[in-house]
């Protein structure tokens, strides 16, 4: 008999070679299912995520889910058992027990990304772990112009660097975001689709800053969508301004449908 955890967390991946464990590789997934081996005394418990972040790349609200094969422990429990174990750069945040049914990634509705992009001349040695960095004026009433056009279902070959394993690539995106911060000089965009695909977002965030610069003109990605060509686009956006930011199990709130207006 086990008891299936649901669990949000975040970390600091800038010193983890992504989620996934990989041998003899620092990773979020490798730390947590160490901490559970541990704490059921050497059995093998696997950690599901929401998502596969990559190197450098971090989180606020990623969700894991596992199955605890000994005695139930309250969800408030198994926050500070987990949290007692991990290092510094991942916390635990949230907790329930969920039917055996629910799948991290299967039960997801959407998720939520945010990149950070940093338009100071010089690399800010603070900011260079957690945003990307372009030193180039921008126009932001163009990139908020061309996000538009990536609102809707969509094949999205175009925005998917080669490795990934979906053959499928058509995704609904539901909401799309260019900011400008003034105080911090960096751009924020926000990402809700129903599913990413591989380096999708940080390939969408090299694209829209191409337009804002003034390289690709403004109606330049329906275009790029209907190719299905990863060639139209070749640049990608720095991991360390990446942050996967909530994933959603209930449908995706009115406010943030973008796409049906």
């Known amino acids: 008999m086990t008891t299936r955890y649901k669990m949000t967390i975040a970390y600091d991946g800038h010193l983890f070679?992504?989620?996934?464990?990989q041998p003899h590789q620092r990773t979020v997934q490798g730390t947590v299912e160490g901490a559970l081996k541990k704490m059921t005394k050497g059995k093998n418990i696997i950690v599901e995520g929401s998502g596969r972040t990559d190197a450098g790349v971090h989180a606020l609200g990623q969700v894991i889910h596992f199955d605890y094969p000994d005695k139930e422990i309250p969800p408030a429990r198994m926050i500070c058992a987990l949290n007692s174990m991990m290092p510094l750069d991942i916390v635990f945040k949230e907790c329930e027990i969920v039917n055996s049914d629910f799948h991290v990634?299967?039960?997801?509705?959407?998720?939520?990304?945010?990149?950070?992009?940093?338009?100071?001349?010089?690399v800010d040695p603070f900011k260079r772990f957690y945003t990307g960095h372009y030193p180039y004026p921008v126009n932001i009433d163009?990139?908020?112009?061309?996000?538009?056009?990536?609102?809707?279902?969509?094949d999205f070959?175009?925005?998917?660097?080669s490795g990934g394993q979906i053959k499928n690539k058509v995704r609904t995106m539901y909401y799309v975001n260019?900011?400008?911060?003034?105080?911090?000089?960096?751009?924020?965009?926000?990402?809700?689709?129903?599913?990413?695909?591989?380096?999708?977002?940080?390939?969408?965030?090299?694209?829209?800053?191409?337009i804002g610069r003034g390289k690709r003109p403004v109606d330049d990605i329906p275009r790029v969508i209907m190719?299905?060509?990863?060639e139209q686009v070749r640049e990608t956006?720095?991991?360390?301004?990446?942050?996967?930011?909530?994933?959603?199990?209930?449908?995706?709130?009115?406010?943030?449908?973008?796409?049906?207006?």
């Open 105 to 122: 990634r299967y039960s997801a509705k959407g998720k939520w990304y945010r990149y950070y992009v940093s338009l100071d001349r010089f």
């Open 227 to 230: 190719t299905k060509d990863r």
């Open 142 to 154: 163009k990139m908020k112009m061309a996000a538009r056009d990536l609102l809707g279902t969509h």
């Open 178 to 210: 260019v900011a400008k911060n003034e105080q911090s000089n960096e751009i924020v965009f926000d990402f809700i689709c129903s599913g990413f695909l591989y380096n999708m977002v940080r390939i969408l965030v090299a694209t829209l800053l191409e």
């Open 17 to 21: 070679h992504g989620f996934q464990s």
């Open 157 to 161: 070959t175009s925005f998917a660097a």
């Open 237 to 261: 956006a720095q991991a360390s301004g990446l942050f996967l930011y909530h994933v959603f199990y209930e449908d995706v709130p009115e406010k943030y449908r973008l796409d049906r207006e």
